[in-house]
């Protein structure tokens, strides 16, 4: 009996809570800090006491409306809040205010870009809550609570089950990220559980014509990208050996689960069977007034909308011919894609702006841990390098240790902005300063040729009579003339003259 071809399908949909960012909570004044001591930024509202009335945030709500209309979704019109029902010591008031049949956005799309191509991912719906506080399991024996979180904004996207592998919901997740911090609505930093990401994977397989479909796991509270990948590959592996093992591993005949993450050994552990909506008993919160938005609040939100991440990447493909790569990651953050845009506008040359933001600001920028545009430089200087560069006054080389110089000259520039403004040196005094400035002169740059030929009859023997070795012996002795002219040799004439001597000696032999 030949063996049962199987086809296996991964079926993913996406929960995702987005921590907005506000001054203060979502129903109470309390402020919204991550470094503040315990349990400092609570009230009798998010503490949950009996009597206190709770009060909605105008700026989530806008926030709210904005990620869904850059989402794509159908905006509610009316739309209002609910109590699910659930007991946990971090959740004072025993429920969560949050929506429920009445989502504030519904029904919209996200493309984005899996192996060179649009992928739309279906919105089912986004809505507004509270978040809970947090539990606390540093000392033995004992949990704390921490209550500043409690009654925090939180946006709640789900999508359709659209993505279909791990890496597919990998890059949702960074492109969801890219859009809400482009937004403002959110700082979105992972490592503060800004957001936070919960798939809910199954697996289909076709098996002699007929399709079997395993229960759905949800995982819980991923917060890393590199979890949710790791996870929703190690998810759908597991369930296909389970399936393999006990062909009743089926929907309707399992329960549906809830499994968290262990990172350390890198598998899902079960938690619980899954809840359906009755078992948290949700009703409309009599506390709060249903919100109407009328036309014009929703013209005025929909007015700050920029062009957001996927459009803008595409935009400096074609307007100024970056690179994809490139323009991926210059677009990644908001401010350094309009500072590259103000360079190019005030006439740095498109293309090499482009390669020098990714090639120089942003490895300068990353190795202190900043954006471009906290480094201090003005764009003015920024402008100059890339037309130096471009022009040829200076090499490649040169203009990394130039941007280093010009950092140095601008770091102190933060703390006493105004007053080290007039010394700034221009990047063509300091090229000049340093002996940067290429040197385009044949004559000295044959001399250099020489002394390096002569420094290194190895090489030059290999260049010459050594297939094998001539690419990477003549590599290296154009590497040894430009060092010897300190990295100001135009590269170009370097290649020709130091062609035009091996032919030469070649002919001799
Ligand atoms: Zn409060």
């Given at each position: 009996?030949?063996?049962?071809?199987?086809?296996?399908?991964?079926?993913?949909?996406?929960?995702?809570?987005?921590?907005?960012?506000?001054?203060?909570?979502?129903?109470?004044?309390?402020?919204?800090?991550?470094?503040?001591?315990?349990?400092?930024?609570?009230?009798?509202?998010?503490?949950?006491?009996?009597?206190?009335?709770?009060?909605?945030?105008?700026?989530?709500?806008?926030?709210?409306?904005?990620?869904?209309?850059?989402?794509?979704?159908?905006?509610?019109?009316?739309?209002?809040?609910?109590?699910?029902?659930?007991?946990?010591?971090?959740?004072?008031?025993?429920?969560?205010?949050?929506?429920?049949?009445?989502?504030?956005?519904?029904?919209?799309?996200?493309?984005?870009?899996?192996?060179?191509?649009?992928?739309?991912?279906?919105?089912?719906?986004?809505?507004?809550?509270?978040?809970?506080?947090?539990?606390?399991?540093?000392?033995?024996?004992?949990?704390?609570?921490?209550?500043?979180?409690?009654?925090?904004?939180?946006?709640?996207?789900?999508?359709?089950?659209?993505?279909?592998?791990?890496?597919?919901?990998?890059?949702?997740?960074?492109?969801?990220?890219?859009?809400?911090?482009?937004?403002?609505?959110?700082?979105?930093?992972?490592?503060?559980?800004?957001?936070?990401?919960?798939?809910?994977?199954?697996i289909a397989i076709?098996?002699d014509g007929r399709?079997?479909?395993?229960?759905?796991?949800?995982?819980?509270?991923?917060?890393?990208?590199?979890?949710?990948?790791?996870?929703?590959?190690?998810?759908?592996?597991?369930?296909?050996?389970?399936?393999?093992?006990?062909?009743?591993?089926?929907?309707?005949?399992?329960?549906?689960?809830?499994?968290?993450?262990?990172?350390?050994?890198?598998?899902?552990?079960?938690?619980?069977?899954?809840?359906?909506?009755?078992?948290?008993?949700?009703?409309?919160?009599?506390?709060?007034?249903?919100?109407?938005?009328?036309?014009?609040?929703?013209?005025?939100?929909?007015?700050?909308?920029?062009?957001?991440?996927?459009?803008?990447?595409?935009?400096?493909?074609?307007?100024?011919?970056?690179?994809?790569?490139?323009?991926?990651?210059?677009?990644?953050?908001?401010?350094?894609?309009?500072?590259?845009?103000?360079?190019?506008?005030?006439?740095?040359?498109?293309?090499?702006?482009?390669?020098?933001?990714?090639?120089?600001?942003?490895?300068?920028?990353?190795?202190?841990?900043?954006?471009?545009t906290d480094l201090?430089?003005?764009?003015?200087?920024?402008?100059?390098?890339?037309?130096?560069?471009?022009?040829?006054?200076?090499?490649?080389?040169?203009?990394?240790?130039?941007?280093?110089?010009?950092?140095?000259?601008?770091?102190?520039?933060?703390?006493?902005?105004?007053?080290?403004?007039?010394?700034?040196?221009?990047?063509?005094?300091?090229?000049?300063?340093?002996?940067?400035?290429?040197?385009?002169?044949?004559?000295?740059?044959?001399?250099?040729?020489?002394?390096?030929?002569?420094?290194?009859?190895?090489?030059?023997?290999?260049?010459?009579?050594?297939?094998?070795?001539?690419?990477?012996?003549?590599?290296?002795?154009?590497?040894?003339?430009?060092?010897?002219?300190?990295?100001?040799?135009?590269?170009?004439?370097?290649?020709?003259?130091?062609?035009?001597?091996?032919?030469?000696?070649?002919?001799?032999?």
């Amino acid at each position: 009996m030949p063996e049962p071809t199987l086809t296996i399908r991964t079926i993913i949909g996406l929960e995702i809570h987005v921590q907005l960012n506000t001054k203060t909570k979502m129903f109470c004044g309390c402020p919204v800090r991550y470094d503040a001591p315990p349990n400092s930024c609570v009230c009798p509202v998010c503490l949950g006491h009996p009597g206190a009335l709770p009060v909605i945030n105008r700026q989530a709500f806008t926030h709210a409306v904005l990620t869904g209309l850059a989402l794509n979704c159908k905006i509610a019109r009316h739309t209002k809040w609910d109590r699910k029902s659930y007991y946990y010591p971090d959740l004072p008031k025993n429920y969560q205010i949050s929506q429920y049949d009445l989502p504030l956005a519904a029904r919209g799309f996200f493309d984005i870009p899996v192996r060179g191509r649009m992928k739309r991912v279906r919105i089912t719906r986004a809505h507004l809550e509270e978040d809970a506080g947090k539990s606390l399991h540093d000392l033995p024996g004992c949990t704390l609570v921490d209550l500043n979180r409690a009654g925090t904004p939180l946006l709640e996207i789900v999508t359709e089950p659209d993505l279909s592998s791990a890496d597919e919901a990998y890059a949702f997740c960074i492109e969801l990220q890219r859009l809400v911090t482009y937004l403002g609505v959110s700082e979105g930093v992972m490592q503060k559980g800004q957001m936070r990401f919960e798939p809910n994977v199954n697996i289909a397989i076709r098996c002699d014509g007929r399709e079997y479909r395993t229960p759905i796991t949800e995982i819980k509270n991923l917060n890393s990208f590199r979890h949710v990948r790791d996870a929703i590959a190690y998810e759908a592996r597991r369930q296909l050996t389970a399936w393999t093992e006990d062909h009743d591993y089926q929907q309707d005949k399992r329960p549906n689960e809830n499994r968290g993450w262990n990172a350390e050994k890198g598998i899902t552990e079960y938690q619980r069977d899954k809840e359906s909506a009755p078992d948290y008993r949700y009703f409309p919160d009599p506390d709060l007034v249903p919100v109407e938005i009328t036309d014009g609040m929703l013209d005025e939100i929909r007015a700050m909308l920029p062009e957001l991440p996927i459009a803008r990447r595409q935009r400096l493909v074609s307007e100024y011919g970056l690179s994809t790569r490139d323009a991926d990651t210059i677009v990644n953050h908001r401010g350094t894609a309009d500072l590259l845009e103000k360079v190019i506008a005030a006439g740095a040359p498109a293309d090499v702006a482009g390669k020098q933001f990714v090639n120089v600001w942003l490895k300068l920028a990353n190795d202190r841990n900043v954006h471009v545009t906290d480094l201090g430089v003005e764009p003015e200087q920024i402008v100059e390098l890339a037309r130096m560069t471009a022009d040829g006054t200076i090499n490649k080389t040169a203009a990394n240790r130039l941007a280093q110089v010009m950092l140095q000259h601008a770091e102190p520039r933060a703390s006493a902005r105004a007053d080290a403004q007039r010394s700034t040196p221009s990047p063509l005094h300091l090229a000049q300063e340093l002996g940067l400035v290429q040197v385009h002169d044949t004559a000295a740059t044959e001399a250099w040729v020489e002394q390096a030929f002569t420094a290194n009859p190895k090489a030059v023997q290999d260049a010459l009579g050594n297939p094998k070795k001539a690419q990477a012996a003549a590599g290296f002795l154009r590497g040894q003339v430009m060092k010897l002219s300190g990295g100001k040799a135009d590269p170009n004439l370097v290649v020709r003259l130091v062609e035009k001597r091996l032919a030469k000696l070649r002919g001799k032999g």
